[in-house]
């Protein structure tokens, strides 16, 4: 004799079965276990979120691996979303087959700074380049580092208008001296002690480029 759901009375000859269960009652057991929301933590200067363990821009495939986390040993793909709830096809594969749902949790936001807008906020610099010379030459360096720090999520800070031309304080020494290496500029280097951390001295460098 087949046998039938405990639950609602289906017969195993009409339906699959997980175990005890039909698979309807199956499915409703398991999405009665799996959370209703998840929280997204999202810089509140910049708007990035924090996906395994770093900030990310806020697009789909990071939202899903920020609320993957919310879901341990379950497949989980994000079908749809909003600012304040997301559609997910969740999945797990039990000893009885792969049971599947479809499930609208809510998201909430918990606000933070990213790193980067951190050091912003406390005028964080590592390097100092002095710009002298030709102001034309000047200006489109500027932009280019600027958008050459931006693509490697570092940033250009203040820049300082001095009588002799600009100072532009920057937030990874290592960045500009492969800017300055990559473009084959030549530029005068000099470095101040800034501190010591875990026991290692901090240097933070200027570097002096005179365009002709
Ligand atoms: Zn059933
Ligand atoms: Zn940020």
């Known amino acids: 004799m087949p046998k039938s759901c405990p639950t609602c009375g289906n017969s195993e000859a009409s339906i699959k079965f997980f175990g005890n269960f039909c698979e309807n009652c199956a499915r409703e057991k398991f999405v009665a276990r799996l959370p ?20 990310v821009p806020p697009n789909g495939h990071n939202i899903e691996a920020a609320i993957k986390s919310n879901f341990p040993k379950l497949t989980v793909h994000l079908i749809d979303y909003d600012n304040s709830s997301a559609k997910l096809d969740i999945s797990e594969e039990t000893a009885y087959g792969k049971l599947s749902a479809e499930l609208t949790i809510e998201l909430t936001q918990r606000k933070a700074l ?12 590592e390097a100092v380049i002095q710009l002298r010379g030709n102001n034309y030459k000047i200006a489109r360096f500027i932009e280019r ?11 250009v800070g203040e820049i300082e208008r001095t009588a002799d031309g600009p100072n532009v304080y920057l937030s990874n020494k290592r960045l500009v001296q492969a800017y300055i290496s990559k473009n084959k500029l030549h530029s005068t280097n000099s470095f101040t002690l800034s501190g010591v951390k875990n026991g290692r001295r901090i240097y933070k460098n200027t570097y002096a480029i005179r365009f002709e």
Do not use: H
């Open 36 to 55: 209703r929301s998840a929280e997204i933590t999202v810089c509140k200067r910049c708007g990035k979120i924090k996906a395994t363990g770093t900030f």
């Open 114 to 125: 990213c790193e980067m807008c951190y050091k912003k906020a406390c005028n964080y610099y």
């Open 145 to 155: 580092i600027t958008r050459f720090f931006d693509m490697n999520n570092e940033f």
